[in-house]
T-cell receptor, first 113, second 107 residues
Framework: KAGVTQTPRYLIKTRGQQVTLSCSPI?????VSWYQQTPGQGLQFLFE???????NKGNFPGRFSGRQFSNSRSEMNVSTLELGDSALYLC????????????FGPGTRLTVT | KNEVEQSPQNLTAQEGEFITINCSYS?????LHWLQQHPGGGIVSLFM???GKKKHGRLIATINIQEKHSSLHITASHPRDSAVYIC?????????FGTGTSLTVIP
């Protein structure tokens, strides 16, 4: 089976712009979770989708949003980018939820200038 | 206050040594995950535990639910084990992460 893929792998944006990141889960996996990793805060949970529904959400402002499509692919969007949004954004897929093993994608490294 | 605490933060070992990384958490959990992250960012899930002990090759993970504590052991460590090891817990509808343990194994 192909692993979790994320596109793009690297992205440079300007403060104030918006960005959309994409995640394709392992075939058959219906749960996709998103995480932000920064040197200062480490890994933080953004949100989790299952069967096109947001199941859980971390403590991030409303500028961070996401969605999941019927084929389980997921996108996350960050609007009005701030310098502090520079981070590695990781998605992970699993068969059901965090109670099952998660398979991580390679991440998208976002730099906001 | 961090929901998940790991120790040590940094660890240097000689090849062949037995290594232990500890994780303590303060919330009720449904599962605990041990993750490995190599330079460059890729994360691999090593174990998912809700009770007891699991073993994969040279890696062993244990969890004590009553004490809210988990350990990751690496037997006969090897330079390729050099990575950051991260403890993560699922509590209700949230995931919480430790700050990671950076392990360097010297040949």
């Amino acid at each position: 089976k192909a692993g979790v893929t994320q596109t793009p792998r690297y992205l440079i944006k300007t403060r104030g712009q918006q960005v959309t990141l994409s995640c394709s889960p392992i075939s058959g996996h219906r749960s996709v979770s998103w995480y932000q990793q920064t040197p200062g805060q480490g890994l933080q949970f953004l949100f989790e989708y299952f069967s096109e529904t947001q199941r859980n959400k971390g403590n991030f402002p409303g500028r961070f949003s996401g969605r999941q499509f019927s084929n389980s692919r997921s996108e996350m969007n960050v609007s009005t980018l701030e310098l502090g949004d520079s981070a590695l954004y990781l998605c992970a897929s699993s068969t059901n939820s965090g109670r099952n093993e998660q398979y991580f994608g390679p991440g998208t490294r976002l730099t906001v200038t | 206050k961090n929901e998940v605490e790991q120790s040590p933060q940094n660890l240097t070992a000689q090849e062949g040594e037995f290594i232990t990384i500890n994780c303590s958490y303060s919330v009720g959990i449904s599962a605990l995950h041990w993750l490995q992250q190599h330079p460059g960012g890729g994360i691999v899930s090593l174990f998912m535990l809700s009770s007891g002990k699991k073993k994969h090759g040279r890696l062993i993970a244990t969890i004590n639910i009553q004490e809210k504590h988990s350990s990751l052991h690496i037997t006969a460590s090897h330079p390729r084990d050099s990575a950051v090891y991260i403890c993560a817990v699922r509590s209700r509808n949230q995931f919480y992460f430790g700050t990671g343990t950076s392990l360097t194994v010297i040949p």
